[in-house]
């Protein structure tokens, strides 16, 4: 359209033209890479519809024979250089132009970019010549951090073998073990591989001890190269090919293929990623979801390289994107298995669904904004699908969901792409854990219609008179650090109510700590304290281990006497105290003064734990007075007094909704 209007045409006549062109016309337009700056959106949605995949030649997967395909992911810890590795195998490959600017090519979330993180699992298909043969080689990028270990253990399902990449320099980290016992649980092939031997401070030799102790991985197996500067890179692509096993699937039988990502994009709908296990699609074929049982022609399939690229067909074993039509954010959900009209298969296994460690209230700052966050929320979510939503309201903030989460980090991630991507602004509670509690008596068991009831929202805790015994989630946390840091961070962990399970030294200097923590006391701050007290070298992991008793209690927030609902909080009892105190003076700071002092005190049961008071504003009644008996004086600040008593009785303490919002919402200095 922009090369018809650069020929001298009006706006309206070139869009009329594209109009009546058709489908057979949209081929021969040729339209400028970057529409021009302040065009209507009309324009760049057309723009954006002709430069996307009719443009690329379609590629032919045929020439792949099972044989010569290796599906594989890259996991490691955070920072331990997994995207700049796959910066180099782009380029080794061919699949990307050798430059300096060539910085995590696969982190392309803006989020991911801030941050230095990697996100979101992301997929590119390589094709490799090596020995007279040609490889296609499926390649997929995990994150590195506990929140997002949900990515990494889906992205695994359609890999055969891994690439564990270790820091020369650091060594292995907590998150290396969790990751490497995912692959072992899948029965994956594991390549171990030491990065960043350029640093000073490097000492693969001694990477290679722990391995071999820890994973019991030979220590020839592993390949040292400088991921930064190239280094040996080239040996990582024939490991693949020699140690990895081809996909055990049949081409011949009917279509089954795995849904293990999934985007939304505003003009074309759900883009699918999949797994291809048997048989084969295209263009114009069929296909059904195992979940919603609903039809849906197939507009497009291909491969990531890493950008989309449009295929003829794609054959089972293969990787790639594939493009139906769906609308509906529903309709592609993240472990569905897709297979031809008329030719049912036995679904996949699929995922098992993600456990939400941390939840959070999430409101619109302004009710009239609520439908389009829903929908924000709901778009996101089918990218995203380790987030779970319940409807939830509250008598401050409105409508709004309660979220639950996998970490701390995660939720961050998660509302700055709600701002990022869809320009949502929302207010973000307080992270709670989920506690449950056993009923005591068949009346209320026969109300709920279970005996153990799990309680989200802290204003549905029962009272202790009808609970057998309250109990609150605990995870196996591991901690990996130097030596001389062991005393610091036991006290730390004693501090937070952890028991000790096991202490084992992996090295000469590096310790492997297990501990059994309440997920309550490691949820907010407790990553941040453990890296403050070891200067960064200390690494944290942790994995889900159900739930023990707890001595729990509602503690009330009371402002003049009156309970405020939607302070009220779950804690336990050791910690009520402080919790108190902190939630007290915070709201100290964010009411307003009245004409009468405002009392505000925390309370468990019929005990007052803490208080905090603001003063009254109050006028100067004496200023009139010059000299003169004092009893004079004592008998108008006396009147005051009795005036601003009688007034604290009949005074209505509004809290304003910034003052809930500056209480609620996430504390950034912590």
């Known amino acids: 359209m922009w090369t018809l209007m650069g020929r001298g045409w009006s706006q309206g006549r070139a869009l009329a033209a594209l109009r009546a062109a058709g489908t057979a016309q949209r081929g021969r337009l040729e339209p400028l890479p970057t529409p021009t700056r302040g065009a209507p959106a009309e324009f760049r949605a057309w ?25 594989f ?38 989020v991911e970019r801030e941050r230095g993180i990697t996100v979101k699992a992301q997929t590119a298909s390589l094709f490799y010549n090596w020995e007279g043969k040609q490889y296609l080689l499926n390649l997929i990028d995990t994150p590195g951090h506990v929140d997002f270990s949900y990515e990494v253990s889906r992205s695994l399902s359609a890999c055969q073998g891994v690439l564990l990449v270790v820091d020369a320099n650091e060594g292995i980290q907590a998150q290396t073990v969790a990751n ?19 640093l000073k401070n490097a000492d693969p ?86 979940h919603t049982k609903k039809i849906h022609e197939v507009n497009e399939v291909g491969v990531l390289n890493p950008n989309e690229q449009p295929a003829h ?7 790639g994107y594939l493009i139906a039509g769906m609308k509906d954010v529903t309709e592609a959900q993240i472990g ?8 049912q298969v036995e679904p996949l296994p699929g995922f098992k669904s993600a456990k939400p460690m941390v939840f959070a209230g999430m409101y619109p700052i302004d009710q009239s904004e609520y439908n389009n966050l829903k929908s924000a929320i709901e778009k996101l979510t089918i990218n995203d699908s380790s987030v779970t939503v319940h409807r939830d309201s509250s008598l401050a903030l409105g409508a709004g969901w309660r979220l639950g989460f996998l970490g701390l980090l995660h939720m961050e991630v998660f509302n700055q792409r709600l701002e990022q991507e869809y320009n949502a602004s929302v207010i973000l509670t307080t992270p709670t854990v989920p506690y449950k509690a056993v009923l005591s008596s068949a009346k209320l068991i026969k109300e709920y219609r279970e005996k153990e009831i799990t309680i989200i929202n802290p204003a549905q805790f029962p009272e202790k008179s009808k609970v057998t015994e309250y109990l609150e989630p605990v995870v196996l946390g591991t901690i990996i650090t130097p030596d001389e840091y062991t005393a610091k961070v036991m006290m730390l962990c004693q501090a937070r109510r952890a028991v000790q399970k096991n202490m084992i030294f992996i ?45 729990l209690v509602k503690m009330d927030i009371l402002l003049n006497g009156n309970i405020v609902e939607e302070l009220v909080t779950i804690v336990h009892k050791d910690k009520a105290h402080s919790v108190g105190k902190a939630i007290c003076e915070r709201l100290k700071d964010s009411l307003p003064r009245q004409l009468f002092e405002i009392a505000i005190q925390a309370a468990v049961g019929s005990k007052i734990i803490a208080r905090e008071t603001v003063k009254a504003y109050r006028k100067n009644v004496l200023a009139k007075c010059y000299g003169g008996d004092i009893t004079r004086k004592m008998k108008l600040l006396k009147r005051q007094a009795e005036g601003k008593k009688k007034l604290r009785k009949v005074g209505n303490i509004e809290v304003p909704r910034d003052a809930f919002i500056k209480v609620l919402k996430t504390q950034s200095d912590k």
């Open 47 to 71: 723009d954006r519809l002709y430069t996307s995949a009719e443009r690329k030649e379609k590629i032919d997967m045929s020439r792949f024979s099972v044989e010569n395909i290796r599906n």
């Open 73 to 110: 992911s890259i996991i490691a810890h955070v920072d331990h250089g997994k995207s700049t590795l796959a910066d180099r195998l782009l380029e080794l490959t061919g699949t990307i132009d050798k430059t300096k600017k060539n910085k995590q090519v696969l982190d392309k979330l803006q």
């Open 180 to 198: 490497f016992f995912l692959a072992f649980e899948a029965q994956l092939s594991v390549i171990p591989v030491i990065n960043k031997i350029d």
């Open 205 to 290: 030799e001694r990477v290679e001890k722990q391995i071999e102790k820890v994973f019991d991985i030979p220590s020839d197996e592993c390949i040292k190269i400088s991921a930064k500067l190239g280094t040996n890179v080239e040996r990582v692509l024939q490991a693949v090919i020699e140690r990895i096993p081809p996909p055990k699937v049949h081409r011949k039988n009917p279509l089954r293929a795995l849904v293990f990502d999934s985007t939304f994009d505003q003009y074309r709908g759900v883009i699918a990623n999949v797994a291809l296990f048997d048989g084969v699609v295209s263009k114009g074929d069929k296909i059904v979801s195992a």
């Open 313 to 319: 067909k794609l054959y089972a074993g293969q990787v």
């Open 336 to 343: 569905d298995t897709l297979y031809l009209h008329k030719q």
């Open 507 to 551: 090295d000469q200097n590096r310790v492997m700590l297990k501990y059994l923590f309440p997920l309550n006391e490691i949820v907010v701050d407790f990553y941040d304290s453990l890296k403050s007290l070891s200067s960064g070298y200390a690494s944290f992991d942790y994995e889900d281990a159900g739930y023990q008793t707890a001595e």
